[in-house]
């Protein structure tokens, strides 16, 4: 199968040695365009490190918390059928295709990252479902039932985002593995996870367990 030619470029511009590739992912029905990790066992070049941290291809990974909540709705679908769903900073597009999947009425998935929008474009069609698409969440009208936010809180620079996701839907599931210890008086730890990035980036052992939080706005 022949990767988008879009984001294979934008890739090889970032590691020139670099491959998408469509991977099934464990535990789930699902597939999506990575980056190829059984080619990059390599030491990065000071320029490509320089690059990576300038630009990095998030969208050509599917973060923990992003596959634990697609997992999670396998399991728990009523979180999302029937839902108007936005998912914020969406990246691959993994939990908004798994909601699709599992029942959603209506996926947006927003980025600012004209590169992620083309990978959700990509994955979407890769599972045969069809995603709406924002680059600015605060663009969007209040009208959502779910917020899905997934691996978007792995800086604490980040936490005021907490306050804006329940503008625009009624409620919010918050999955993150980096920070999980926050303090906001509409959130909830509903569940642990557990879960690894793919391609497998050899983290440390905690960011494997990943936090689900649920907030509904008043």
């Given at each position: 199968?022949?990767?988008?030619?879009?984001?294979?470029?934008?890739?090889?511009?970032?590691?020139?040695?670099?491959?998408?590739?469509?991977?099934?992912?464990p535990?789930?029905?699902?597939?999506?365009?990575?980056?190829?990790?059984?080619?990059?066992?390599?030491?990065?070049?000071?320029?490509?490190?320089?690059?990576?941290?300038?630009?990095?291809?998030?969208?050509?990974?599917?973060?923990?918390?992003?596959?634990?909540?697609?997992?999670?709705?396998?399991?728990?679908?009523?979180?999302?059928?029937?839902?108007?769903?936005?998912?914020?900073?969406?990246g691959?597009?993994?939990?908004?295709?798994?909601?699709?999947?599992?029942g959603?009425l209506?996926?947006?998935?927003?980025?600012?990252?004209p590169?992620?929008?083309?990978?959700?474009?990509?994955?979407?069609?890769?599972?045969?479902?069809?995603l709406?698409?924002?680059?600015?969440?605060?663009?969007?009208?209040?009208?959502?039932?779910?917020?899905?936010?997934?691996?978007?809180?792995?800086?604490?620079?980040?936490?005021?985002?907490?306050?804006?996701?329940?503008?625009?839907?009624?409620?919010?599931?918050?999955?993150?593995?980096?920070?999980?210890?926050?303090?906001?008086?509409?959130?909830?730890?509903?569940?642990?996870?557990?879960?690894?990035?793919?391609?497998?980036?050899?983290?440390?052992?905690?960011?494997?367990?990943?936090s689900?939080?649920?907030?509904?706005?008043?």
């Amino acid at each position: 199968m022949t990767p988008p030619l879009d984001l294979q470029q934008a890739l090889a511009g970032l590691l020139g040695d670099a491959r998408l590739v469509a991977e099934p992912l464990p535990g789930t029905d699902l597939r999506l365009w990575l980056i190829d990790g059984n080619n990059m066992h390599r030491a990065f070049s000071p320029e490509e490190t320089r690059r990576i941290l300038h630009e990095p291809p998030y969208w050509s990974f599917c973060w923990a918390s992003g596959l634990a909540m697609a997992r999670y709705f396998a399991e728990q679908p009523h979180w999302v059928q029937g839902k108007r769903i936005l998912d914020f900073g969406a990246g691959s597009g993994i939990a908004g295709i798994a909601a699709l999947k599992h029942g959603a009425l209506e996926v947006v998935a927003c980025d600012l990252d004209p590169l992620a929008l083309a990978a959700c474009r990509a994955n979407a069609q890769l599972n045969d479902v069809e995603l709406g698409y924002s680059a600015d969440f605060f663009a969007e009208a209040d009208r959502f039932d779910l917020i899905l936010v997934a691996d978007v809180l792995y800086d604490r620079a980040n936490l005021p985002l907490l306050d804006q996701f329940l503008s625009r839907g009624r409620e919010a599931l918050v999955a993150d593995s980096r920070v999980r210890d926050f303090r906001h008086p509409l959130y909830q730890r509903i569940e642990m996870l557990e879960a690894l990035t793919l391609p497998d980036l050899a983290e440390p052992e905690e960011f494997r367990h990943v936090s689900l939080y649920h907030a509904r706005r008043a």
